[in-house]
C-alpha cells in the first residue's frame, strides 16, 4: 500500500487549504498546488480568486502581471483575462473569440481560511467542505492562533502520518513538549465519525510548561488526552486535553487545543502545511498566544527535520525494505487505507 | 506544433553563430553547441578551428589541453591532435593509427563573426550561410557595435518567438524602448525571401531618446517602422527605420539600425544569444556607441528575464492548457512552420 | 565494454573499505556505499558494526539515533536494534515479532581498516579478503600514514583506469611529482599472481624531492620503478621504489613506497577513496610523515579535478565517440576485462 502509487499522486475531489484570508489581497501571488502553478488574488469587491498561473499565449507566468479591475493582465503580450476566466482583451485586435478562456478554480472563504476544489470544477462538492467548526475555527468561545505556512520538502501522506501517530511526541518533541509518556502508552483508536485515536497520560505533573500556560491557576496532577483526528485529505489536527486527574475524584475537562495541521500538496514531493492552535481557554491572553507561537514553531521545526530526511528515502528504498508496523500505527493505517480507496475511486472514474 | 518535438530538437543543417572573431585566440575555450563541448582556438595563421572537445583516450575535456604548434594536446596522458583531427602523437608509442581521429567542424568567418556548420562536415552548404551583408555586417556606410553573448536559460525557439513578436515592446520595453503604441498596432506580414513583419508607429514624438541619438538634430514628428527578419535558423534581426512623418509630407528614410539577435543553441533548455547593433548613421559617433550598447543590454535582461520564467513552464505544462494566438502572432507562426518543416526533412533523412 | 552496463554498476560479492579503524566510534555515523546508507559503530565491547541506516518503521534515519548498550534506537518513533539486526523493543507494546528484522552487513577489522562485504551475508567469502599484508599494511617493518577518504564525484572503475595508467603522472602530476618521464616510457604488464603493470625511469636525478626524503643521504643517480597493483575490486595500489642506478653496477634496491588507493562505490557515479601510504623506510620521521600526507594530498586534489571533469563525460557521450587506447593501456583493460567478467557472473547468478 506504501508509498502510494506515484502515477496518481493527489486526491483531487477535496477542498484543501489554498492560503489563510490575510494572504489574499489586490497584489497576486502564486502558489503552487498539486503541482499548478495556481495565481490568487481579491476583487474589487473582496472576492477571493484562484486562476491558473500561466498565460495561455506564450505561456508567461502570469502573477507578473497587473490587476486591471477585476481581471489580470499578462506582462509579456498584454492578453487579459477576467475573474472567471474569459480572455477578454488581446491589444491590436478588436474582437476576441468566446473560446478563449484560463482555467479558475472553486475557492470558498471558511473558518480564517480559503479552500480551493482541484478536481473538475463542475464536480465541487460542498457537503465535502471540512468542518471547521467542529474544531472551533470562526466559533464563538474560540479563538485561532494561525501560525503561518511552512513549505516541507515531504510529500504530503508523510505529514498526515506525523499527526496521525503521536508516540513521536514522547522522542522527537521530547524538550519541547515535555511529555515522555506519550512513547509508552498505546492508543486507543476511534472508530467514530472521523477517523481519530487518543492516548491518555494519567497523573501529569501540573508543572509541565504548557499546564502553566492554558491553566495558569492549577496546582494539581492533571489527566492529559492527546489525541489525533482526521477530518479529510485537506484538514488534520492533534489536540490536547487537560483533566482533572481521575485518580483524584470525578474528571472534569478543564481546557481543549486543536493543533490545526492543514497539508495541501504542492508537488508528488513537497507540501504546504497550514498550522495554527484554536483553543477555548484564555482568548484574551497575547502572552498565551505567544507562548502558543513559539511552541508551535518549535515543534514544526523538529517535525520537519525528520519528515524532510524521510521523504528522499521512502521511493528510494522501497525495494530494499519491508515496512514494520506496531500497535501504535493502527490509527495512521486506517487512515492510508481511506486514503488509498480515495485514490482507487478517482483512478476508476 | 509546439513545443517542437525534443526528440529531434535542433536543425542541424544550418550556419550558426559559434563565437565573435575576437573571441577566438590562441588559448583555448570550449563553448557547448547543441549539447556537443566545441573547444575554438585559432591556428598559428590565424585560421580559426572548431574540434569536438572531449579526448577519445580517457574522456578528459581537450579544453585544458596546451596548443603545440597547430595541434591540441590533452592535458591527461598526452594524446594530441591535428586541427585538422588527425590523432598525431601518443607518448611512448612509435606510430599511431591513422584511424584515431577526432571530429572536427566546418568554420567560417564572415561580417566579424564566425559560423559553424552542426551537420555533417561532408554535406556543408555554402550556399545556406546567413547574408549578413543584407543587414550591414561588415559592409561600407555601416557599422556594427558588438555586444557580446549571453547564455540564455532558454530553448533558441523562445528566444525566436520573442523576436519575431514585437508587441512585447509595449509591454515589457516600456521603459526602455518608450514605445507603448507597439503593443496596440498589428504587425504587416511581408511574405517576401524571408519571413519578416513590421510594425508602423505614425507621428510619433521626436523626444524619444532612440531618436535623438540617431538623428540628433531633428525636431519633427517621426513615423517610426519597427520590424522582425528571420534569415534562417542561426540569424534573426529585429529593426528600427525612423522616417519623417508621411502625415508632413512625402516620407523620407532617415536611419535605419538592425538589432542582430544570433541564436546557437547550447542545449535543448539554453541557448546562446550573440547581440549586436548595425546601423548606416552616426558611425564615428562612440557616445551613439555607448547609448547603443546600454540600451540593447538593458532590453535584452529583460527578454532574458521573461525568457527564464517561460522555459520550465513549455513542457511541463504542454498538456495543462492549449495555446491561444492573436493576429499579431502571424509571422512568429510562419516561423515555426518553417522550422518544423526543416526538422521533419533532417529526421526523413 | 566501457562504460560498463550502469544496469548492474557494482560488484558486490567482494570486500571494501567501510572506513579507517579510527572512525568507528560509539558515536553512529553513516557512510553510503553501492547507494545504500550504512551506519557503523563500535559495540561496547570494541567489534564493529555495520548495520542498514533506515528504521523500517517509518523511513528515519537510524544515524540520528542513540546507542543504548550495543543496539541501536531509532529517534522518531523508538524502535530499536540489536547489532545482530533483530528488532529488540518496540514502544508501548509488549512483544515483538521475531520476524522483524534489520540487514546487517558483515564487517572486518584488518591492518587498520574496516571491510565491508556488499554481497548477500551468508556467502561472505574470506578468500576474497584483500591480502593487505603484501603491500605492508600492518606488519613490522612497516608503517602505514593514513590519510583520510575523500569523496569523489566520479564512479569507482575511473579512480582505478586512473591508478593503472600512471602516465598521467608525466602530465597532471608534472609540478608535484618531478617525474616527467613517467609519461614517455611504455609500462611492462605483469601477468603474475596480480594485474600489475611497471615503467622504469633509469639514472635520474638524485635531487627530486619524493627521494631527498625518502632516502636522504643518497647522491648518486637512481633507478625509479613506478607501478600499479590491482589486489581487487576494493584494493588498488601505486607503489615507488627508488634502487641504485644499474648504469653504475648491480642495481640494489633502496626503498618501496606503497600508494593506498582503497576504492569503494559510493554511487553509481560518486567514490569513496581511501588513501595512505605504506613504507619501509624512515619509519620513525615525523617530517617524512608529514612530507608524504602534503604529497599525497596534492595529487589527490589533481587527480580528483581530471576525474569529476571526466564523470559527467562518460556516459553522456558514449555514443558521440569510440574510445581510442594505446600501449600504455594494457593493464588497465586488462583490469577493465577482469571487472567486466565479475560483474557478468553477478548479473548470471
Given at each position: 500500500m506504501y508509498p502510494f502509487n506515484s502515477e496518481r499522486p493527489y486526491i483531487r475531489n477535496a477542498w484543501y487549504m489554498a492560503a489563510w484570508g490575510s494572504e489574499i489581497t489586490r497584489t497576486p501571488f502564486q502558489r503552487r498546488i498539486m503541482d499548478e502553478p495556481i495565481v490568487l488574488y481579491r476583487k474589487q469587491g473582496g472576492e477571493p480568486v484562484a486562476i491558473f498561473g500561466i498565460c495561455p499565449h506564450r505561456t508567461h507566468p502570469l502573477v507578473d502581471g497587473r490587476l486591471i479591475g477585476d481581471d489580470i493582465m499578462c506582462p509579456y503580450h498584454g492578453f487579459t483575462f477576467s475573474a472567471e476566466g474569459a480572455c477578454v482583451r488581446i491589444p491590436a485586435q478588436d474582437r476576441v473569440p468566446q473560446t478563449f478562456r484560463q482555467r479558475v478554480y472553486p475557492l470558498v472563504e471558511r473558518g480564517g481560511a480559503t479552500w480551493i476544489w482541484m478536481g473538475d470544477a463542475s464536480a465541487a462538492d460542498m457537503t465535502k467542505m471540512p468542518q471547521v467548526s467542529e474544531i472551533g475555527m470562526g466559533e464563538p468561545g474560540w479563538k485561532t492562533v494561525e501560525n503561518g505556512v511552512t513549505n516541507i520538502k515531504a510529500r504530503w501522506s508523510l505529514v498526515i502520518d506525523n499527526v496521525m501517530d503521536l508516540s513521536h511526541v514522547g522522542f522527537i518533541h521530547l524538550k519541547t513538549i515535555e511529555a515522555p509518556a506519550a512513547g509508552e502508552v498505546a492508543p486507543q483508536d476511534d472508530a467514530g465519525q472521523h477517523i481519530q485515536c487518543a492516548r491518555w497520560l494519567t497523573?501529569?505533573?501540573?508543572?509541565?510548561a504548557y499546564a502553566r500556560n492554558a491553566i495558569p491557576g492549577n496546582s494539581e496532577p492533571l489527566d492529559l488526552e492527546l489525541g489525533s483526528i482526521f477530518h479529510g485529505p485537506g484538514l488534520v489536527a492533534a489536540y490536547l486535553r487537560f483533566y482533572t486527574a481521575a485518580s483524584r475524584g470525578a474528571r472534569k475537562l478543564l481546557s481543549t487545543t486543536y493543533h490545526l495541521q492543514c497539508v495541501t500538496p504542492e508537488t508528488q514531493h513537497t507540501s504546504h502545511n497550514f498550522s495554527g492552535v484554536v483553543r477555548?481557554?484564555?482568548?484574551?491572553?497575547p502572552d498565551f498566544d505567544q507562548w502558543l507561537r513559539t511552541a508551535v514553531n518549535k515543534t514544526r521545526e523538529e517535525d520537519v527535520e525528520a519528515l524532510e530526511k524521510i521523504e528522499p528515502l521512502v521511493d528510494r528504498y522501497a525495494n530494499a525494505r519491508t515496512e514494520l508496523s506496531g500497535v501504535g500505527d493502527v490509527s495512521a493505517i486506517r487512515v492510508r487505507r481511506h486514503l488509498a480507496a480515495l485514490m482507487a475511486e478517482e483512478a476508476a472514474a
Open positions: 497523573d501529569q505533573s501540573p508543572d509541565m477555548n481557554v484564555r482568548l484574551d491572553a
